[in-house]
């Protein structure tokens, strides 16, 4: 790369690499920086509601509820939360100039919470349905809970390590 006709040293062709290098791992650092306490707990929430709603919607006969009312507060709470997720994003994205991103998380843990997280949330209620034990429930929203609650401890931890 030329400026103004010259070419640059081998040095500053160095230094400017380690900028950009820098650059990244700082985007990277501030993109990695855990969710506003406000919406973190708000998603610890909806993951413990889940298993109950879905076992509610899912029951043969009227479970506590009717089953429309379930499959409402189902919906109700996922538009709140997806609602609520916008506006975290959004805030974020202006305080910081960088997006939340989950990408910069190590593959081994997001992965496995990717795939065992949904199974474990709809999974309970499926169990519900077979056995018509609320335990299932009740466990896969405690199971849920600490599971967000131990991810954004992990991603407190990366942040503060990238920092």
């Avoid at 400017?16 to 406000?38: C, D, G, H, M, Y």
């Avoid at 100039?97 to 997280?117: E, F, I, S, Y």
């Avoid at 335990?135 to 849920?144: D, K, P, Q, Y």
């Amino acid at each position: 790369m030329e400026t103004n006709g010259v070419r640059p040293t081998a040095e500053q062709a160095r230094s400017a690499l380690a900028e950009t290098e820098q650059i990244q791992a700082s985007t990277a650092a501030r993109s990695a920086t855990p969710w506003p306490t406000w919406f973190f707990i708000t998603l610890t929430l909806y993951i413990a509601a889940l298993p109950i709603t879905y076992g509610g919607a899912m029951a043969d006969p009227d479970w506590l509820l009717p089953g429309p009312a379930w499959v409402g507060i189902l919906l109700a709470s996922t538009a709140l939360y997806m609602a609520l997720f916008a506006v975290a994003a959004r805030k974020w994205r202006v305080k910081t100039g960088v997006a939340l991103r989950l990408d910069v998380l190590p593959k081994r843990a997001t992965v496995p919470l990717a795939v065992g997280l949904p199974m474990l949330l709809v999974g309970a209620p499926v169990a519900f349905r077979a056995t018509g034990w609320a335990g299932w429930l009740i466990a896969a929203s405690v199971a849920g809970a600490a599971v967000s609650v131990g991810f954004h401890l992990a991603f407190v931890r990366l942040h503060r390590k990238t920092a």
